[in-house]
């Protein structure tokens, strides 16, 4: 440009994205840009004496071209077509064109290292990426069938492979590149400004350096208060080894042996030392397994490689003969010598390898193949030709439990992979199960606290961010959320990390896929002899986060922000869409030979050739998923498992035997929630157990109305111990065969019902139960005749087991102690309840035969064992008699008080059964006597009701009301008004609120013609008082001074209608002395005083019921 004011701004515009200039020689100088998606070098071109200059630009095109931007001018318009550059015309052009920025996986590619090392921030899937493109091409081209599933570790080995097989046939070039998997040490001084890499930041200019330094700025964030050396947003330099940097420890190749003698056998760990030059025991082990031991006649000196002694004292003892079992077959006879101080059980030295010439895989940790004079000497419980394989190293944080060792059988060596925890250890791959958090609308993030740690668990928290960083599942966040970190202890004591996600749940829309049923899937075992049990490693880990969610994980911590990139535990949504994802890759094999609880895994078969190869197709499709197991967890070809808490073989599903014993060494609860967790406990196996549900009922009966105080009454104990015994005692039940007919056996009591599922199986055939039931009656199934009660127990044990017995090949029979229920389907006339339970058993084929009682004990045990309502009834009263006011008294005929006929059986107790010729006389004894006043329909069969029984008692009542002469003369209907109703407020206590009024021209009697009523609106009590005439206001006020303020205290509201009495001046004066208010009613409305009239009117139909014969009785 010719214009010197474009010129400077071009400059400074240079300058602006972190141009630096640097004199390369007279005629030009060179600029290197460094900015997001490009690296550009600006050549400035100019001639002595000449007002022109030129401008050539390099830089990275997108799309990762290696062309380069010209800046048009002059007599490069030549150059610029020569190199097939872009015509440019403009500085706005220019800068599109250089802002543009590349994709994310060649920008990756094409990052320059500097002095930063790759490890920041790099997982292994971007170490192996980058370093697969590093290769030469035909190396490249090698190793394409491979994908990065391998690992880094493999890769480089294979690649290593591959290059010395292609140099040992070619002669490499003297401009070949050598790539060395491993980063070397770099024995060049260092420079004194570190180049970050290339990822949003720049290298400072020598004026922008110089500024800093002078005032006493970083070099590094450019803030004052540090330098470059303490700058908290620098990361730090790791410090790199001569050959390799270690991520991690080294582990000591062991393994678990048993160590046998007469007086015990246990399994320790154990060293394999080559360096060794004897077989040790450490001294603390031999003193507690009680090891005999001999004096060695030579004292021994262990030292290590530098020559220090290992021990402070000298080795003086060795054991007597022991059998050293390595694996499972693999069993020899060593002697240790006594090494004190040791931390290790188990030292394998020199001797026990040149003895038995083991050929190990150290990369895989096992034992490929034993020295000749093992066999058959070392395998006597084998054939010649079996090999022997055990694992070396099953070391694990999670859990001592995972230390122990279990051998893969050799038939499954090809799936070696699927049980190697490094591989297990990286992101897995997005799939279409992966884990979606969708949030219900309008939710609000989560914003947990942060927790103080201890020291131990400040320790456990940086191992875990650490390692948790270093295999991809978390990543810095900037996310709003933010849900609680913190740690909770293990049963061995360890620690382990939880994450507060109840906020996050609470917001969350569920997906409500089921679990499996797991006692239904049991019954699928039946005929099943062989057993091989897996366990996922990591399993919830195994699925990713969807793309776009991962911040709705986010956790803090106290030193940072984090969120997850796969499912992590403690999400609602975790076990549903865990289940479904394994139930999706197994679908063809579910109910065949495959079951699946989460990450358990159970394949079960009948013969072992069958079982091997089912074995192998679920091995292969975990492989194919990039699933993994805990071979530590995992058990194969077994007679017996356990599986979900149940102990399974071929013969039914029992109990664990570990869950017995816990229970039956349970303390007594001595709070509610000890009892609730016992209860919960027991729950889990009640159908295992006889009668559960009568059992427990004092038990549970303690829990009702959620007391705060847990009162253990003796019936309580009781239950508790035979509780306790029942699980002692329980059967094995077996596995349902729908190829055989069943039996139920059903029998009710006036507190449950129970039923048992049984079948004629084994050689010879034995009856054996399949399964139990019981149930606890509610309080309307308690009113029940027995006939109907025994009925219920067939319907419900015919739901509990419908999946079995509707459709079966066979006719099943009920067994049940009730005669009657055997002409079921012949009776011609059923109440609704049993016509709907006779359609319901339309569905089944099934007879129903008679039993009696006293031969019908399994059944009969389940109903009426320990049944509630033995307890003692308490006769104390709840009332003392001073508070009973008036209570009502009817005449009974005299038939009633004789003793009572003979009763059937539904009449229930504490009640009177009467004959048809009495009834008629009791109900109008009861509805017409003075005590009663001819009350309503309800009314009057309550009365009836608590004392007497017959069937159909409502109808005949109702049919008696219709009829009553009294009634229908004297009483009128009662409706509630149209409209809307104001009541009154409520009173807080009686006596507070009052409703007067009067009852006036009624006929002389005794001289008085008219009633004040006085109603207490709280209570509902009445004062009548009969008067000669109308009263004064005077006249009225002592009345309500006689009768109510003398026994019951002053008023706080009187409510009245507009009479001369209550609109007068004495009585608005005198009751506002007394503090009293008076309160009148809406005139021709007579509804503010409700209470009054209503009372009023009941008072007219009482009397006119009984005196309109002779109505000047009524006083």
């Given at each position: 440009?010719?214009?010197?004011?474009?010129?400077?701004?071009?400059?400074?515009?240079?300058?602006?994205?972190?141009?630096?200039?640097?004199?390369?020689?007279?005629?030009?100088a060179t600029t290197t840009i460094t900015s997001t998606g490009t690296r550009s070098t600006i050549i400035h071109y100019s001639k002595p004496g000449s007002k022109h200059r030129f401008f050539a630009v390099y830089c990275r095109l997108s799309h990762g071209s290696t062309g380069a931007l010209l800046w048009r001018g002059g007599g490069l318009q030549g150059v610029l077509t020569a190199m097939g550059g872009i015509n440019l015309d403009s500085y706005n052009s220019f800068a599109q064109h250089f802002l543009e920025t590349t994709s994310a996986g060649e920008e990756l590619y094409h990052l320059r290292q500097g002095s930063a090392s790759v490890q920041d921030g790099w997982n292994e899937q971007a170490l192996l990426t980058t370093f697969r493109q590093g290769l030469e091409p035909n190396i490249r081209l090698m190793l394409a069938p491979h994908d990065d599933s391998i690992g880094l570790e493999r890769f480089i080995q294979l690649a290593i492979r591959c290059s010395a097989r292609v140099h040992s046939y070619t002669t490499p070039s003297s401009s070949t590149v050598v790539t060395y998997p491993y980063p070397l040490r770099d024995h060049s001084p260092p420079e004194p400004i570190p180049e970050p890499m290339s990822i949003d930041t720049r290298r400072l200019t020598q004026t922008e350096r110089q500024r800093r330094m002078n005032q006493g700025l970083c070099l590094y964030c450019g803030k004052s208060g540090h330098g470059i050396r303490d700058c908290p947003t620098r990361p730090p330099r790791p410090v790199v080894s001569s050959i390799m940097p270690m991520s991690e420890k080294l582990n000591p190749l062991t393994t678990v042996v048993t160590l046998t003698a007469e007086n015990f056998s246990i399994s320790v760990a154990a060293l394999i030392d080559s360096g060794?030059?004897?077989?040790?025991?450490?001294?603390?082990?031999?003193?507690?397994?009680?090891?005999?031991?001999?004096?060695?006649?030579?004292?021994?000196?262990?030292?290590?490689?530098?020559?220090?002694?290992?021990?402070?004292?000298?080795?003086?003892?060795?054991?007597?003969?022991?059998?050293?079992?390595?694996?499972?077959?693999?069993?020899?006879?060593?002697?240790?010598?006594?090494?004190?101080?040791?931390?290790?059980?188990?030292?394998?030295?020199?001797?026990?390898?040149?003895r038995h010439e083991p050929i190990l895989s150290w990369g895989m940790g096992e034992v490929l193949k034993w020295g000749p004079h093992c066999w058959p000497k070392c395998f006597p419980q084998l054939p010649l030709q079996a090999p022997a394989s055990i694992p070396l190293c099953s070391t694990s944080i999670e859990s001592p439990i995972e230390k122990q060792s279990v051998e893969i059988p050799p038939c499954y060596e090809e799936f070696n992979d699927v049980f190697c925890p490094k591989r297990a250890a990286r992101l897995p791959p997005h799939r279409p199960w992966d884990c979606a958090i969708d949030l219900l609308p309008a939710a609000q993030v989560p914003h947990g606290k942060i927790y103080p740690l201890s020291i131990p668990e400040?320790?456990?928290?940086?191992?875990?961010?650490?390692?948790?960083?270093?295999?991809?599942?978390?990543?810095?966040?900037?996310?709003?959320?933010?849900?609680?970190?913190?740690?909770?202890?293990?049963?061995?004591?360890?620690?382990?990390?939880?994450?507060?996600?109840?906020?996050l749940n609470q917001v969350t829309v569920q997906f409500k896929y089921p679990l499996p049923l797991v006692p239904a899937a049991l019954e699928k075992l039946r005929g099943a002899k062989?057993?091989?049990k897996l366990d996922l490693r990591s399993a919830y880990n195994l699925i990713r986060i969807r793309d776009g969610d991962e911040w709705k994980t986010a956790f803090i911590t106290p030193t940072g922000h984090y969120e997850y990139l796969v499912m992590p535990y403690g999400l609602v949504n975790a076990p549903s869409i865990f289940q479904n994802f394994m139930h999706e890759i197994f679908r063809d094999y579910l109910h065949q030979f495959l079951l699946v609880y989460i990450?358990?895994?159970?394949?079960?078969?009948?013969?072992?050739?069958?079982?091997?190869?089912?074995?192998?197709?679920?091995?292969?499709?975990?492989r194919e998923h990039h699933l993994f197991l805990k071979a530590e967890k995992c058990s194969f070809h077994q007679s017996s498992v356990q599986f979900l808490g149940y102990h399974i073989d071929h013969t039914g599903v029992k109990m664990d035997d570990g869950k017995v014993e816990a229970i039956t060494n349970w303390p007594t609860p001595s709070t509610v929630k000890d009892l609730q967790r016992f209860l919960g406990f027991a729950n889990f196996y009640r159908r295992f157990i006889n009668n559960y549900s009568l059992i427990t009922c004092p038990l549970t009966s303690l829990l009702k109305g959620k007391p705060k105080r847990l009162i253990w009454t003796t019936a309580a104990e009781h239950a508790f111990q035979n509780l306790k015994t029942a699980f002692t005692t329980a059967p094995i039940l077996c596995h349902p065969d729908p190829k055989l007919p069943f039996l139920v056996e059903v029998d009710a009591s006036t507190t449950g019902v129970g039923a048992v599922l049984s079948q004629q199986q084994g050689n010879p055939p034995q009856l054996r139960p399949c399964a139990y039931f019981s149930k606890k009656l509610s309080a309307a199934e308690r009113n029940y005749d027995i006939g109907n009660r025994e009925l219920l127990a067939i319907k419900l044990a015919l739901d509990e087991w419908r999946h079995w017995l509707e459709g079966s090949l066979h006719p099943f029979q009920v067994i049940t102690d009730h005669k009657n229920l055997q002409y079921l389907r012949e009776a011609k006339r059923l109440n609704p309840r049993q016509a709907r339970w006779a359609?319901?058993?339309?569905?089944?084929?099934?007879?129903?035969?008679?039993?009696?009682?006293?031969?019908?004990?399994?059944?009969?045990?389940?109903?009426?064992?320990?049944?509630f309502d033995d307890q003692p009834e308490s006769h104390e009263p709840i009332l003392p008699e001073s508070l009973f006011v008036n209570p009502i008294q009817w005449v009974t005929p005299p038939a009633t008080n004789e003793?009572?006929?003979?009763?059937?059986?539904?009449?229930?107790?504490?009640?009177?059964?009467?004959?048809?010729?009495?009834?008629?006389?009791?109900i109008h004894s009861a509805h017409t006597s003075v005590g009663t006043g001819h009350p309503g329909i309800n009314r009057t069969l309550s009365l009836l009701q608590d004392r007497f029984w017959w069937p159909a008692m409502d109808n005949d009542v109702q049919r008696y009301m219709r009829g009553c002469r009294e009634c229908a003369i004297a009483k009128s209907p009662r409706h509630l008004p149209a409209g809307k109703l104001h009541p009154l407020p409520v009173p807080n206590h009686p006596w507070s609120h009052l409703g007067v009024d009067f009852i006036t021209d009624l006929p002389p009697s005794e001289g008085n013609t008219c009633v004040c009523v006085i109603v207490d609106r709280f209570s509902k009590f009445c004062r009548l008082i009969p008067l000669k005439s109308l009263p004064t206001a005077w006249q009225t006020a002592t009345l309500l001074f006689d009768h109510v303020f003398r026994s019951f205290g002053l008023p706080e509201d009187i409510v009245s209608d507009r009479g001369t009495q209550f609109t007068?001046?004495?009585?608005?004066?005198?009751?506002?002395?007394?503090?009293?208010a008076v309160n009148l009613s809406s005139g021709y409305h007579p509804q503010t005083n409700g209470q009054t009239e209503r009372k009023i009117q009941e008072v007219g139909r009482f009397l006119r019921t009984f005196c309109h014969g002779h109505q000047d009785t009524w006083n």
């Open positions: 440009s010719s214009d010197q004011t474009a010129d400077n701004e071009f400059s400074r515009s240079l300058s602006g994205v972190g141009g630096q200039t640097s004199p390369n020689s007279s005629h030009h060794s030059a004897g077989n040790f025991i450490a001294g603390h082990t031999a003193r507690q397994l009680r090891v005999k031991t001999t004096c060695l006649q030579v004292m021994y000196q262990i030292q290590s490689v530098t020559g220090q002694p290992l021990s402070k004292k000298n080795v003086t003892h060795q054991t007597a003969p022991l059998r050293l079992q390595t694996g499972l077959c693999h069993e020899g006879e060593i002697q240790l010598l006594v090494l004190e101080g040791s931390t290790i059980d188990v030292v394998l030295g020199r001797p026990w390898l040149a400040t320790k456990a928290m940086e191992d875990y961010i650490q390692e948790a960083l270093a295999q991809g599942y978390i990543r810095p966040s900037t996310s709003p959320a933010a849900s609680s970190f913190f740690f909770v202890t293990k049963k061995d004591g360890g620690l382990r990390p939880c994450i507060d996600y109840r906020v062989i057993f091989t990450d358990d895994i159970l394949i079960y078969s009948s013969t072992l050739q069958e079982h091997r190869q089912q074995v192998k197709k679920v091995l292969q499709r975990l359609l319901y058993f339309t569905r089944f084929k099934f007879s129903i035969s008679y039993r009696p009682g006293a031969k019908n004990i399994r059944a009969d045990a389940l109903s009426r064992l320990h049944a003793p009572a006929p003979e009763v059937t059986s539904e009449c229930p107790p504490h009640r009177r059964f009467i004959p048809p010729q009495e009834r008629i006389p009791l007068s001046r004495v009585w608005k004066a005198f009751f506002k002395l007394l503090g009293v």
